[in-house]
């Protein structure tokens, strides 16, 4: 184990569902990420946060909306979504980004399945 | 803009034999280099990584990477390829004081018994 907690692990939702994905560390790191993985595609990451703060939104759809209520959570709120949103996604953490060194550590994954 | 690139989808490879998974990358200015390993229905989990001295970095369940700074690269190899080492294997990269890591796609390796 990684001390990344993900739930949950798998998630099957139609275009007008609201769900949410959940993400813990027990790592006492500062920056959070949520990536998503696609089948034959690179990893893309989605979103930062470093203290709490956002740092980084690659330009993603407003149907995914983050929250980080504090170092240790974060959230991924999905609603009407798309069939193309099907993905394993995955939440990441680690020390504050710019030290230099510091190592990601992910989480199991939620497979997401958009019907 | 930097980028990672892993030129190869697959790799196979008999067990027993030495194993390289290919990895380039271009940066623009300090890289920050690292591979991680995805096993089947898990997360990425960390390997080694580069970030200044010795160009040889030693990571977990033996392996290593080497650090090219003139041909920008950095190769995972193992001297001798293990069943369990089955796995899709990323390569990273990351510039000094950047706080986005970019992925390579992933190369599936596939230890054949």
């Known amino acids: 184990e990684t001390g990344v907690t993900q739930t949950p692990r798998h998630l099957v939702m139609g275009m007008t569902n609201k769900k949410s994905l959940k993400c813990e560390q027990h790592?006492?790191?500062?920056?959070m990420y949520w990536y998503k993985q696609s089948a034959k595609k690179p990893l893309e990451l989605m979103f930062v946060y470093n203290f709490k703060e956002q740092t980084e939104n690659n330009s993603v759809p407003s149907r995914f909306s983050p929250e980080c209520p504090n170092s240790s959570h974060l959230f991924l709120h999905l609603h009407t979504l798309q069939p193309e949103d099907s993905a394993l996604y995955l939440c990441?953490?680690?020390?504050?980004?710019?030290?230099?060194?510091?190592?990601?550590?992910f989480g199991p994954g939620t497979r997401l399945l958009v019907l | 803009a930097q980028s990672v690139a892993q030129p190869e989808d697959q790799v196979n490879v008999a067990e027993g034999n030495p194993l390289t998974v290919k990895c380039t990358y271009s940066?623009?200015?300090?890289?920050?280099l690292f591979w991680y390993v995805q096993y089947p229905n898990r997360g990425l989990q960390f390997l080694l990584k580069?970030?200044?001295?010795?160009?040889l970095v030693k990571g977990s369940y033996g392996f290593e990477a080497e650090f090219n700074k003139s041909q920008t690269s950095f190769h995972l190899k193992k001297p001798s390829a293990l069943v369990s080492d089955s796995a899709l294997y990323f390569c990273a990269v990351r510039v000094d004081r950047d706080d986005k890591i970019i992925f390579g796609k992933g190369t599936r390796l596939h230890i054949l018994p």
């Open positions: 790592l006492g790191h500062n920056a």
């Open positions: 990441a953490s680690s020390q504050e980004p710019g030290t230099g060194e510091e190592t990601q550590y």
């Open positions: 580069y970030i200044t001295g010795d160009n």
């Open positions: 940066v623009s200015g300090n890289p920050y």
